[in-house]
């Protein structure tokens, strides 16, 4: 055995009303927090700053997809303008990524509570869009010093997002068992990620307001994330980004219908990794396995259905042979065309 893993530094507080913790996780980072949010959950943001008290500098509810430099210059002039030393970021992967973007920008560190499945918030993974293209990059200093899960903030999230974004973070999981600098911790994690997220899912489908089930998939989700932040991507997330940049397609939804098609392409190459997700989606052939469970949760499988032109299937092949990137199983043009035509009808993988 032989592999290279890096710990990231952060601390995880986890569980039902561990939001009423903020104000002693944020004491030892800074004396002043500008509090972040979207402007739809500005109520969230000046119910935190009401519980942070003294420590609060003030608001900036503007965070918005996909981090414009516009929003992150506006922040930076507002976090200097209120003497602001930290951040304190409430919602999902948006208003991270602005809470990463200051970190990067103005070296303020950030207490994250995380109110989405996205992830974002254990990955040292940041993006900044200027003038239409988006820049991402890999740096340790984006990581929040606290994540601070607490599963109640996650009850409004409706059933169809927390579907789709439970799914989306399945994926990282899946594609982690067999990238090319996996190991066996990022393994553990995955399968686990992967058991508890196909556990809760369902019950969260039906029950949106079950507080236990909310705990396990933010559980799921905060492995999830912790595997995109150690291991590489694959084919898969290639894909669904060669389809999202060319025909603008919905992120979580398109991973969705991707997913099933892209492990049954990669199986016969990594066996060991298939033992473990058939062991953690309850036997069976995973991506069959991941098909039922995506469907008997009401989304949609089909690429036509979700945007994509009909003469998608050939572009999007032709370019995921252009961009080589480690895959366990060799890209060919032929290979991907057949996949994506399944996953443009909607069809279950072969
Ligand atoms: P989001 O942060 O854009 O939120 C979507 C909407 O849902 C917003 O209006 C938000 O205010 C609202 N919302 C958030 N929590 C809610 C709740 N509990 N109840 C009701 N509404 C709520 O969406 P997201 O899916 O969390 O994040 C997507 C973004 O995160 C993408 O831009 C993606 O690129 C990024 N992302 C980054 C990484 C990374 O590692 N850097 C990882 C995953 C995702």
């Known amino acids: ?28 980072i800074g004396k002043r927090a500008l509090i972040l949010s ?28 996909h981090v414009p430099i516009a929003t992150v210059e506006a922040a930076i002039a507002q976090a200097r303008a209120l003497d602001a030393d930290c951040t304190v970021a409430i919602g999902g992967g948006s208003t991270t990524g602005l809470a990463k973007a200051l970190s990067l920008r103005a070296g303020l560190p950030s207490v994250v509570i995380p109110t989405t499945y996205a992830g974002s918030e254990v990955t040292p993974i940041w993006g900044l869009t ?61 399968e686990e990620g992967i058991r508890t997220l196909a556990r809760a899912l369902p019950v969260i489908r039906a029950r949106p307001d079950d507080r ?13 994330g912790m595997v995109l932040g150690a291991a590489s991507v694959a084919l898969h997330h290639k894909l669904c980004h060669t389809l999202g940049g060319s025909f603008d397609m919905p992120h979580a939804e398109t991973h969705t219908a991707v997913l099933p098609h892209a492990i049954a392409y990669n199986a016969p190459a990594v066996p060991e990794a298939m033992a473990r ?26 690429l036509a259905r979700l945007g994509m032109p009909s003469d998608g299937v050939e572009k999007a092949a032709r370019l995921a042979v252009r961009n080589p990137y480690p895959n366990p199983r060799p890209i060919t043009e ?12 909607g069809l279950p993988p072969t």
């Open 1 to 28: 055995m032989q592999f290279i893993y890096e710990p990231l530094p952060y601390r995880i507080v986890f569980g039902a009303g561990s939001i009423e913790r903020v104000p002693d996780e944020v004491a030892p």
């Open 38 to 65: 979207t402007p739809e959950q500005s109520a969230d943001a000046e119910r935190l700053m009401e519980r942070l008290g003294g420590l609060g500098a003030g608001l900036f509810a503007k965070a918005t997809m």
């Open 130 to 190: 200027e003038n239409g293209v988006k820049t991402t990059g890999r740096d340790p200093r984006v990581l929040p010093r606290v994540v601070i899960y607490d599963p109640d903030l996650t009850l409004s999230l409706p059933a169809a997002l927390s579907v789709a974004s439970g799914l989306n973070a399945i994926a990282h999981c899946m594609e982690g068992l067999y990238a090319v600098d996996g190991n066996p911790v990022v393994s553990v994690m995955a």
């Open 212 to 224: 236990e089930a909310r705990g396990e998939a933010l559980y799921g989700c905060w492995l999830a």
């Open 277 to 302: 997700a058939s062991r953690a989606l309850g036997g069976g052939n995973p991506a069959a396995a991941l098909y039922e469970l995506a469907t008997s949760l009401g989304a949609e499988m089909s």
């Open 334 to 345: 032929e290979g991907i065309a057949a996949l994506l035509a399944r996953a443009y009808a």
